[in-house]
């Protein structure tokens, strides 16, 4: 079913469509009078609805009913990723929303090719964030990531992070196999005692890597260096790989 997202925390009783819903139901979708669709609220509730009216490119819905799905992951990812170059960016948000992520924050890295000014982070951002909205309704999440950008490293507030990882190639290289499963039993430990999601900072270089004073700089946040299997992941690839193992680990385990 379709799914939509508003910024109003309580629908009315006649909800008229707002533009841009509008716009994809009516114009894209061709919803007649009598078709269903789903509303997420503000406050992450999901009301089913019923198209009643179409007028004067105006239309109206009410709600049959209302109910909080629990499908966001226990624990709250940010991904914390190196400029990669071409398109990569716009999959890797669609994909990581896909995947339960709630932040995605891009850099540049001291090995990224591609490499944005705040005047084009303001031009990328918003195209991002429309990808993540799409994600989100596509995977019938109740949340929508949200995507933005920090120019250095350096910029990055780590302490509001009670939990902080970098994968790490070089770790991989070496058989690191502890960091990921140590990190998750902790978050374990954390969901089974407190309703508060726990926070979670994943660090991901560019096509490149993440230079070794980079390395050093996170170590110093509290970083752990990560290895995510034997294998060398490509830059969009490792996130997917982080959010996948903690769904299986904290929600299939």
């Known amino acids: 079913m379709q799914r939509y997202f508003t910024k109003l925390k309580q629908i009315p009783a006649e909800y008229r469509l707002e533009p841009d819903i509008f716009h994809h139901a009516i114009n894209v979708m061709r919803f007649k009078p009598g078709d269903n669709f789903e509303l997420v609220?503000?406050?992450?509730?999901?009301?089913?609805?019923?198209?009643?009216?179409i007028q004067n490119k105006q239309a109206t819905a009410k709600t049959l009913k209302t109910y909080q799905p629990q499908v966001e992951l226990p624990?709250?990812?940010?991904?914390?990723?190196?400029l990669a170059k071409n398109s990569k960016p716009d999959?890797?948000?669609?994909?990581?929303?896909?995947?339960?992520?709630d932040k995605i924050v891009f850099f540049n890295a001291e090995f990224s090719v591609a490499r944005w000014d705040e005047p084009k982070a303001a031009k990328k951002?918003?195209?991002l964030q429309k990808i993540a909205q799409a994600a989100a309704q596509q995977s019938q999440r109740t949340v929508i990531p949200t995507v933005s950008f920090v120019n250095l490293l350096q910029n990055f507030a780590f302490a509001k992070y009670a939990y902080r990882l970098t994968a790490y190639e070089e770790a991989a290289k070496h058989n690191e196999?502890?960091?990921?499963?140590?990190?998750?039993?902790k978050i374990k430990e954390?969901?089974?005692?407190?309703?508060?999601?726990?926070?979670?900072?994943?660090?991901?270089?560019?096509?490149?890597?993440?230079?070794a004073t980079e390395i050093a700089f996170l170590q110093q946040q509290g970083c752990i260096l990560a290895g995510l299997g034997p294998r060398i992941l490509r830059a969009e690839t490792a996130p997917w790989y982080l959010l996948a193992a903690l769904s299986f680990a904290l929600e299939l385990g």
């Not at 624990?75 to 190196?82: H, N």
């Not at 999959?91 to 992520?101: I, N, S, Y």
């Open 41 to 53: 609220t503000a406050n992450q509730q999901v009301a089913l609805m019923e198209l009643m009216t």
């Open 91 to 101: 999959l890797l948000v669609q994909k990581a929303t896909e995947l339960g992520a």
């Open 125 to 127: 951002i918003p195209r």
């Open 190 to 211: 954390k969901i089974s005692t407190d309703a508060v999601r726990p926070k979670v900072v994943a660090v991901f270089g560019p096509e490149g890597g993440l230079a």
């Open 75 to 82: 624990v709250s990812v940010t991904l914390l990723c190196g």
């Open 177 to 185: 196999t502890h960091q990921l499963n140590q990190l998750v039993q």
